[in-house]
């Protein structure tokens, strides 16, 4: 189903939604823009490609309490802070970061363990995806299977076609949202419109990778001289992970003494050195070698054979955020020519 | 601390919540070794429904939660045949497993669990076992030998051989057992210490030179070896020797973890997570992948 909604209905759509959801939306957070809950369809900032953090802390924020736990004379007590009573809108995100969503969902809703902090929130999101008319030199989406118009995951779909959006029902929760009086039938020049940018777009994008002989190459790769090269300019600084949209890594620790606290869950990276130290002193990744090495295998091998698809969406933040430069593009294209 | 201990309140959703520890009491400590690094605690669990939900198979492990000072993963060093608390033998090396050992009788920790895989029973069944650990790396071994040992399980399996290691006879674990498995006429035990001490009857040498010179037959047999990794590195190549190829030979290996649901990242080997997909693996499955353990 499409219909189409002006520049100025679709504010008071966003205000509608306010009224009864909890909406996370692009706006400014100190000098940048990334997703956050905004009270007014004001805050949000509309043109704004690809904010600097992903929409991941959405279902998983950067730190979370897992629960509270409280030991008392007779017994112990635990608070799990799993629930989510409100339910939810991610506003404006984008198909690259949707596609990254369908990746985290297939890491934490599995069929033997489910993460109910991430499922319980996720299942009570409005996702409201948007087109990318004029993609960024970082983006490379439709390398690796994704596309700026990209529908899969969403519940609403939106394309700007000038002074009004497209807007085109995904699921029966986006079927819902279209009654809104606000929105019109599309017309053929609307339809036509839509085409032409979403052509335009494509042509700002390179071409499709070969996913599979890239990770045959890895395969073969991993006593391969490449690593020592690759992490010789990486400072381990781990920015790469932390604003991925598909990294889903994490730490758990407990705050508080030995009688009352609560559990939490803070965003990790396989990039320090840290994060896989054991006790004893032993630590099986010792170098950047090892630990850019797990990064890359895991992201276009190890996924597609736990989750069936690759751990890179083409988002481009870690390409723009590198503190040196490493551009993971560049990379893959230097390791179909490595040993 | 605690003298009378309720049944502890926990609010929990409908949909299973992975990361909710149950609660658990330390039943009883015991020091396992001369220099007092190694603790066996036993535990019970504060609910009788945990109890009774509670089934575990010789090699998985639970994470236990120290509050206040996290969780970290312990395999059971008791065999699910064997009736009492949970027992756990845990090293002192870092901040939780010490404040762990500062603890002692009635004093409440968390359990996640059970976890992990387990040892492959059913493929070692009808077949001869050759058991081979070194240092305190010998916890779930322990589990899995007094498993084939019980009664019920005794027959499925074939010879037993246990080949243990220690650098000094102060430092093997579980004494009262290897008393009892020695006086067994079903079970081949060696045991072993880096350097012969007065009053020592047994073996003296490395665990890779006494599998030389004892030389268990690998035909029908699987090997199961725990141990640092420096030993387990000097006896493959002597297993190898023996004619054990890499998918009869089997070893828990450890990893610093956090989940332990295959959620939080850090423990994977190449496309395994050593919480989830281990953390047993035969060396035929770890074959071509990162040697990141």
């Known amino acids: 189903m499409k219909k189409r909604i002006s520049k100025e209905d679709v504010i008071t ?19 940048y823009v990334s997703f956050r809950e905004v009270a007014s ?72 363990v489910r993460d109910v902090y991430y499922t319980n929130k996720r299942g009570k999101t409005i996702l409201i995806g948007i087109g990318c008319n004029r993609p960024l030199s970082t983006c490379f989406c439709t390398s690796v299977g994704g596309g700026p118009f990209k529908k899969e995951g969403v519940d609403l779909f939106l394309t700007d076609i000038g002074d009004s959006y497209l807007a085109e029902a995904m699921t ?10 606000y929105f019109h039938p599309a017309t053929r020049a609307d339809l036509k419109t839509a085409k032409t940018v979403e052509e335009a777009a494509l042509k700002r994008l390179p071409a499709p990778m070969d996913l599979q002989s890239i990770k045959q190459h890895l395969d073969a790769m991993i006593n391969s001289l490449f690593w020592d090269d690759m992490q010789a300019t990486c400072l381990g600084c781990g920015v790469c992970t932390f604003l991925c949209p598909v990294c889903h890594c994490f730490d758990i620790v407990d705050e508080g003494t030995p009688s009352c606290g609560q559990r939490v869950r803070n965003w990790d990276t396989c990039q320090y050195c840290i994060y896989t130290l054991e006790a004893s002193g032993h630590n099986p990744r010792p170098s950047g070698k090892e630990r850019t090495r797990q990064r890359l295998m895991h992201k276009f091998d190890y996924y597609l054979i736990n989750q069936g698809v690759i751990g890179c969406v ?24 490595a040993k | 601390m605690t003298s009378t201990i309720q049944t502890p309140k926990v609010l929990v959703s409908p949909v299973p919540n992975p990361y909710l520890p149950l609660p658990v009491r330390i039943e009883h400590v015991h020091v396992e070794t001369d220099d007092n690094m190694l603790k066996t605690f036993e535990l019970t669990f504060m609910r009788e429904e945990d ?3 509670f089934h575990f198979r010789p090699g998985q492990f639970c994470e236990v939660s120290v509050f206040g000072k996290g969780e970290a993963p312990f395999g059971m060093a008791s065999s699910p045949t064997e009736p009492g608390p949970l027992k756990f033998t845990v090293n002192k090396t870092g901040v939780l497993t010490t404040a762990l050992h500062n603890m002692g009788e009635g004093e409440i920790l968390g359990l996640r669990g059970p976890l992990g895989n387990g040892y492959p029973l059913d493929t070692f069944e009808g077949q001869h076992i050759v058991i081979i650990g070194g240092g305190f790396a010998f916890t779930t071994l322990r589990s899995l030998i007094q498993y084939m040992l019980d009664p019920s399980n005794r027959s499925r399996f074939q010879d037993i051989t246990i080949i243990y290691g220690a650098r000094l006879p102060g430092l093997l674990l579980y004494k009262e057992d290897l008393v009892a498995w020695e006086q067994r006429k079903d ?20 665990v890779p030179d006494v599998v030389e010179r004892i030389a268990p037959s690998s035909k029908d047999a699987y090997a199961v070896i725990c141990g640092p990794p420096i030993m387990i590195r000097l006896t493959m190549p002597k297993l190898t020797a023996l004619g054990f190829p890499p998918e009869r030979i089997y070893s828990s290996l450890e990893r610093r973890m956090k989940c332990g649901i295959g959620k939080c990242g850090r423990c994977n080997i190449g496309p395994y997570y050593v919480c989830k997909d281990g953390p047993v693996f035969s060396y035929a499955q770890l074959a071509g992948l990162p040697q990141e353990y």
Request: glycine fraction near 6%; charged fraction near 25%.
């Open chain 2, 51 to 53: 109890a009774c939900n």
């Open chain 1, 172 to 181: 029966d929760k986006g079927k819902e949202l279209l009654k809104g009086s």
């Open chain 2, 187 to 206: 079970v081949s035990l060696y045991l072993t210490i880096d350097r012969e001490v007065p009053g020592w009857t047994k073996l003296a040498g490395f």
């Open chain 1, 41 to 112: 369809p004001e805050e949000v900032v509309w043109d704004c490609l690809v904010t600097r953090q992903p929409p991941k802390e959405v279902f998983f924020p950067q730190t979370e309490a897992l629960f509270r736990y409280v030991k008392t004379a007779n017994g112990l007590q635990l608070q799990s802070l799993e629930t989510v009573e409100r339910e939810r809108v991610l506003w404006g995100v984008r198909p690259c970061d949707v596609q990254a969503t369908l990746v985290q969902d297939a890491v934490f809703d599995t069929p033997d």
């Open chain 1, 13 to 31: 759509f966003l205000a509608r939604l306010l009224k009864d959801y909890t909406v996370y939306a692009p706006a400014k957070v100190a000098d």
């Open chain 1, 314 to 337: 083409g988002c481009g933040r870690c390409v723009q955020l590198c503190p040196v430069n490493l551009d993971i593009r560049q990379i893959l294209v230097e390791l179909g020519e």
